[in-house]
């Protein structure tokens, strides 16, 4: 009995069976500040999802069917709550630009923004936040940019 047709699924990962191979590039950060263990960090996270919950082989060249790349655009902090006018959380908003090519069908190439926002106690420093937060902030940009790509909702 077949359940799907055309198509192979994981989860909610849909890919068709006549893609094999992906390409992920180093994820650049050009944000105005820049947290040098991001970029390294997320492109390597996202290459262990896309390995661990796909059949994709992972190649380098120019060839592979699905060539992904992203760029950190945004890392910034805002103040998101005060209390005894003090300020008592911060917010840690970052933005990655996604870019999606699809070699066997240009059709489906996108780019895409994806946002998230990490609050933290305003008594942490930034570096504080960073290393308290930084599993959180690799597994839900990862997750979020696999979602983009490869599920179809």
């Known amino acids: 009995m077949t359940l799907f047709s ?3 699924s994981f989860r909610d990962v849909s890919i068709p069976p006549e893609v094999k191979t992906v390409r992920i590039n180093f994820i ?3 944000a105005r500040y820049v947290n040098p263990l991001l970029s390294p960090q ?11 919950q796909t059949k994709l082989t992972q190649i380098q060249g120019e060839d592979a069917h699905y060539d992904i790349s992203g ?9 998101t709550g ?6 008592a959380s911060n917010r840690l908003n970052i933005t990655v630009q996604i870019v999606f ?17 990490f609050d933290f106690n305003a008594s942490l420093s930034l ?4 290393t308290q937060l930084n599993e959180t902030i690799l597994r839900n ?11 179809n909702w």
């Open 101 to 117: 090519k699809n070699r066997l069908d240009e059709k489906k190439n996108f780019e895409a923004s994806v946002t998230r926002n």
């Open 141 to 151: 940009l990862s997750d979020e940019i696999f979602n983009r790509i490869f599920s």
């Open 28 to 30: 650049e950060n050009k």
């Open 42 to 52: 997320l492109t390597d996270k996202l290459r262990q999802k896309v390995i661990s």
């Open 71 to 79: 760029t950190i655009t945004d890392y910034s902090v805002t103040t």
């Open 127 to 130: 570096q504080q936040a960073e």
């Open 82 to 87: 005060i209390a005894d006018r003090q300020v």
């Open 6 to 8: 055309g198509c192979y």
